[in-house]
């Protein structure tokens, strides 16, 4: 079974550009968060996706936004990006069942440069 | 608010065993994962603690105590190919809402 597949690997925008991320979850899977993990602050919560709709979000500002398909491949976008954007960000996916059982595997990740 | 500690940096000879404590404060809490991180790559799940107790995966093993807010991950048999970041995070829930809240991440260096 292939695992998560995030598209682009990399990218550099810079301040004031908008940015929009792609995750494509393992087969079988409904629920896809999005982290942000940086030096500085570690892996952050951005939010999660299961059957369309957001279930749930992170403490990140509203030019952070994300979207899922009924394929359940998400997307995510960053507008007017600012340097501190500047991360990897990881999609992860889940069968979004019981959070008693459910597992959480992650991309490979996309790496964003803001100049 | 919710917050995990384990130690920032772990170091170890090949051959041995290690333990990476994690210790958390938070509300909505279902269970404990951990995963490992290479430089560069992304986090690789290694295991999942719903129920108190150790689950044994080959050379890990992963412990929870629900009543201690504590949770432990045992690598044994240590090789040059464990030195990663190991990271604990509390799945927390309420509702039908979920997330993974992470640790800083413990460096682990194996020696030769």
């Known amino acids: 079974k292939a695992g998560v597949t995030q598209t682009p690997r990399y990218l550099i925008k810079t301040r004031g550009q908008q940015v929009t991320l792609s995750c494509s979850p393992i087969?079988?899977?409904?629920?896809v968060s999005w982290y942000q993990q940086t030096p500085g602050q570690g892996l952050q919560f951005l939010f999660e996706?299961?059957?369309?709709?957001?279930?749930n979000k992170g403490n990140f500002p509203g030019r952070f936004s994300g979207r899922q398909f009924s394929n359940s491949r998400s997307e995510m976008n960053v507008s007017t990006l600012e340097l501190g954007d500047s991360a990897l960000y990881l999609c992860?996916?889940?069968?979004?069942?019981?959070?008693?059982?459910?597992?959480?595997?992650f991309g490979p990740g996309t790496r964003l440069t803001v100049l | 608010g919710q917050s995990l500690e384990q130690p920032s940096e772990v170091t170890a000879v090949e051959g041995a065993i290690v333990q990476i404590n994690c210790t958390y404060q938070?509300?909505?809490?279902?269970?404990l994962s951990w995963y490992q991180q290479h430089d560069g790559g992304a986090p690789t799940f290694l295991s999942y603690?719903?129920?108190?107790g150790l689950e044994e995966t080959g050379r890990f093993s992963s412990f929870l105590s629900r009543s201690d807010s504590y949770g432990y991950l045992l690598l044994q048999e240590l090789q040059m190919k464990d030195s990663a970041s190991y990271f604990c995070?509390?799945?927390?829930?309420?509702?039908?809402?979920?997330?993974?809240?992470f640790g800083s991440g413990t460096q682990l260096t194996v020696l030769p």
């Open positions: 603690n719903a129920l108190d």
């Open positions: 996706y299961f059957s369309e709709t957001q279930r």
């Open positions: 938070t509300s909505g809490f279902y269970g």
């Open positions: 087969s079988g899977h409904r629920s």
């Open positions: 995070a509390v799945v927390i829930s309420s509702g039908s809402a979920r997330q993974l809240t």
């Open positions: 992860a996916s889940s069968l979004g069942g019981s959070p008693s059982t459910d597992t959480q595997y």
